[in-house]
């Protein structure tokens, strides 16, 4: 809700404060009168991707016959700056968040490229063997990462709040709750570690020897990565991204010392080839969690870590992370299932074509650290203007970083335009795969404009706690469209690797338009978390 010319902030604050308690008790009559009335389950879809806006908001939005459709989300889009807002302060604050996220987010794909270039040396099947374990790790590390978002969210309104009990509650429960299940699925991950990489679509024995050792390892340290995952969305929340970046860093120069001592064997010590790249994976994570914990022990902002609280459970916690984290899992869950589907598609057109996509994929998760980042600000910033009940602020905070984003993205699909082919050279000297893989990244350039936005309106999304209309759009797009379009590309077109970087572009085109209107539509104010 933008201030009006001529509003004190003082008025500004008021008004704002009766939005947000008038949404919340709208939402609680809804509520109630849901569970009187047992709906379908498309209806209930319906409900949720169309949840009303109380007749008191109504006279914020402009009246649907003086404008078009298109012309209400960009409106929605291009909300005007509150008169007291400082957007000289504004742009500081997003760039403190956003840019150690980046840094580590860069960092984190940059050393996925470095060991997926020095295993490169080895043949296309070790490129292979780390792409098939790539979706079953992410689909393991999906359910706690989930909550993790909730985490972040209410950590965010703690913050707005200035509750530092609350904060600490929150990262207390996250905390044991990942843990606990890390351990779950790390046993799980280790025993069917082979069954995973084939169900992926590895089919040669060489590709399923090396990928089931690679999984096996990297199973080891996923307690230690779930933790540090976790801390590192605790202090996300308070906007606290420098911390994090710095154990991020230590952990991945770890990873690629290790991983260059030990896939070639060098100095005496063995040539491990595929495995040495995992060991140095394994002990990366544990550094990092070892930094994080040591870091939230001795106190960061409001946040400290007391290590007798870990194991007293608070079920009201839980439920507050849960309500927003379990639709970011179901989210997660129709991502990463959705990519398998892909993945397998891009398997049957063989192991040199797979390792071209793998290439091009590599770079593609490089390209996502813009969007990404400044989806952590708008996270942080957003939650944070919710906790002080300044939605009007928090719409100019997602405004600039969906801004700076853009600007970002459309520098970098010009660098890949003209340096494509050099870049895919990196991975491999085989001139075949060089050449398909520099034309894909034609296409991943064309496609980072929308890219950016979506996931910096996602981030926003998430931060006001409306995962649920995320986790439908993935549904619907990811898990359905993607595979199928992808399926129909390459088995009734025949239109080859081509025909499924196509279809990948059309998702992110549609998610792109879908987060748009969600955001554009402000149906996120009025949710109760």
Known sequence: MSVETGTTPDQAEAKAEQTQAEPIQTAQAQSGAASKAKVGFIQRIKNDLAMPIPADAEDDLPPEEDISFLQRIWNGLTTPFPDDADKKQMSSEIIAIAWPAMTESFLLHFVS?????????????????????????????????????????????????????????????????????AIILAIVGYVFARHMVVFMGASEE???QGATGYMRYIMISFPANAISLTITAALRG???????????????????CVSFLFIHG??????????????????????????????????ADMLKLR?????????PILRRISKIGAPAMFNQFFMRFGNMMFIRVVASLGTDTFATHQIANNILSMTMMNG???????????????????????????????????????????????????????YTDVPAVI???????????????????????????????????????????????????????????????????????????????????????????????
């Open 113 to 181: 490229m470095v060991n997926t270039m020095m295993v490169g040396s080895i043949g296309t099947w070790a490129i292979a063997s780390i792409g098939y374990c790539t979706q079953p790790r992410f689909i393991l590390l999906s359910v706690f990462q989930a909550f993790n978002v909730g985490a972040t969210a209410l950590i965010a309104r703690a913050k707005g709040a200035k509750d530092d009990e609350q904060a600490n509650k929150i990262m207390h429960q996250s905390i044991f709750f990942s843990l606990s299940l």
């Open 238 to 256: 308070i906007g606290k991204t420098r911390a994090s970046m710095v154990y991020n860093i230590v952990s991945n120069v770890v990873n690629i």
């Open 435 to 529: 050449l398909q893989s520099a034309v894909m990244l034609r296409i991943v350039a064309l496609v980072q404009p929308m890219h950016s936005s979506q996931q910096t309106l996602a981030g926003a999304l998430r931060g006001a706690g409306d995962t649920k209309a995320i986790a439908y759009c993935t549904f619907f797009t990811t898990l359905i469209f993607r595979p199928v379009f992808s399926w129909v590309m390459v088995n009734l077109l025949n239109t080859g690797l081509l025909g499924v970087w196509i279809a990948l572009a059309t998702d992110q085109v549609l998610r792109s338009c879908y987060t748009m209107w969600r955001f554009s539509s402000d149906r996120w104010k009025y949710l109760n978390v």
């Open 206 to 208: 060489l590709t399923i």
């Open 307 to 315: 290590v007798r609280e870990l194991f007293v459970l608070d079920m």
């Open 266 to 299: 060098r100095f005496g010590l063995p040539a491990l080839g595929i495995t040495g790249a995992s060991l140095g994976m394994c002990i990366g994570q544990i550094a990092a969690m070892i930094i994080a914990i040591i870091l939230v022990l001795r106190g």
């Open 372 to 426: 990404q980042s400044f989806g952590v600000s708008a996270t942080s910033l957003l939650g944070q203007s919710i906790g002080r009940k300044r939605i009007d602020l928090g719409k100019a905070y997602v405004q600039l970083c969906r801004r700076y984003a853009m600007f970002i993205s459309i520098a970098t699909g010009a660098a890949l335009v003209l340096f494509g082919q050099p870049l895919a050279g990196l």
